[in-house]
């Protein structure tokens, strides 16, 4: 048994067992794919993998029990290399962020400059996406640490700690009809044609969850995962905005008049997750520390011993 077994079907699994796209992500041709996998079989004295024919069909019972730990196997060696490399560059290496739109333009930046003040050595690489895109890619090791509201959560593969809470605000022209409101009610928005964050973004769901609630349909005309844009229609007259409170900036919007809806929408909590036994190398944990500053560095320590001792 070897990893290179291990790894080829660990991808069987995530290719949807597709030996051609296995093939293709390992850059060696099928049958040698199909041979190692049927050797990794022999040895382990059982098929992990239901068959029609040449095709890879599903796990069986017995895949399903032994693939998890193979997977464990994969992530062990992963982390005895990280550690290898921590021990020989203390302050040196690559750390890949996936982040949503809104948190990387408006809540990371000042994360950003500080952990490339302490650590200048390491390339910092900031990924953008969807939270479910976010979510996947952590889970598949494409990024070491993913931030969003939804998704993280409740990924199975992944542990999310929570980083910061946040507010929707509601955004409208200078010269608009709520402009001089004390405070908004829902009516008073279902009353105007809104703008605000795609469904997958942006705590959308607590928006569509309020105005449900309150027995009112939103008239939603424009959707976006970017704040940016939202304010740009707008500004240009296509309605009322909701956005996260931090992406109204004073100075940038001067010709928004920003109004409180916490009450409204309630409270989100921004996460920033890692794959369930990882190993956080110092700067990556530094990172994570700036990014959830509502927890002290020995609660967030304590979080994540608590995490590797049930996962062991």
């Known amino acids: 048994?070897?990893?290179?077994?291990?790894?080829f079907a660990r991808e069987a699994?995530?290719?949807?067992?597709?030996?051609?796209e296995v093939a293709n992500s390992v850059f060696i041709s099928q049958p040698a794919v199909s041979r190692h996998i049927r050797e990794l079989e022999d040895?382990?004295?059982?098929?992990?993998?239901?068959?029609?024919?040449?095709?890879?069909?599903?796990?069986?019972?017995q895949g399903e029990q032994l693939v998890p730990l193979m997977e464990r196997v994969l992530l062990a060696v992963h982390n005895l290399k990280k550690a290898a490399e921590e021990q020989s560059a203390q302050d040196r290496g690559r750390l890949v962020v996936a982040t949503t739109h809104t948190q990387a333009r408006y809540a990371l930046p000042d994360v950003v400059r500080e952990f490339t003040r302490r650590y200048p050595k390491v390339q910092l690489c900031l990924?953008?996406?969807?939270?479910?895109?976010?979510?996947?890619?952590?889970?598949?090791?494409?990024?070491?640490?993913?931030?969003?509201?939804?998704?993280?959560?409740?990924?199975?593969?992944?542990q999310a700690l929570p980083a910061y809470r946040?507010?929707?605000?509601?955004?409208?022209?200078?010269?608009?009809?709520?402009?001089?409101?004390?405070?908004l009610a829902l009516n008073d928005l279902a009353r105007h044609p809104l703008v605000t964050y795609d469904a997958a973004f942006g705590g959308r769901g607590q928006i569509d969850r309020?105005?449900?609630?309150a027995g009112l349909t939103p008239d939603v005309v424009l959707s976006a995962i970017d704040a940016d844009v939202i304010k740009t229609y707008v500004e240009a007259g296509m309605g009322v905005g909701?956005?996260?409170?931090?992406?109204?900036?004073?100075?940038?919007?001067?010709?928004?008049?920003?109004?409180?809806?916490?009450?409204?929408?309630?409270?989100?909590?921004?996460?920033?997750a890692l794959r369930r036994g990882a190993h956080l190398r110092d700067y990556a944990f530094d990172f994570v520390a700036l990014v959830c500053r509502e927890q002290s560095e020995q609660q967030l320590r304590a979080a994540l011993a608590r995490h590797e001792a049930a996962y062991a």
Not at 45 to 60: A, I, N, P, Q
Not at 128 to 157: C, N, R
């Open 1 to 7: 048994m070897n990893l290179i077994q291990l790894r």
């Open 13 to 20: 699994v995530r290719q949807n067992f597709n030996l051609t």
């Open 43 to 61: 040895e382990l004295g059982v098929e992990l993998f239901e068959r029609r024919g040449k095709r890879l069909t599903g796990l069986t019972p």
């Open 127 to 158: 990924h953008q996406g969807s939270p479910q895109q976010i979510a996947d890619m952590v889970a598949e090791g494409e990024a070491d640490l993913g931030m969003a509201t939804e998704a993280l959560e409740q990924h199975a593969e992944l």
């Open 166 to 183: 946040w507010q929707h605000c509601v955004l409208v022209p200078q010269d608009h009809a709520l402009a001089g409101c004390a405070q």
């Open 210 to 213: 309020a105005f449900a609630a």
């Open 242 to 272: 909701i956005v996260a409170h931090m992406a109204y900036d004073p100075e940038r919007d001067r010709r928004l008049v920003r109004l409180e809806a916490g009450h409204l929408f309630g409270t989100n909590t921004a996460r920033i």
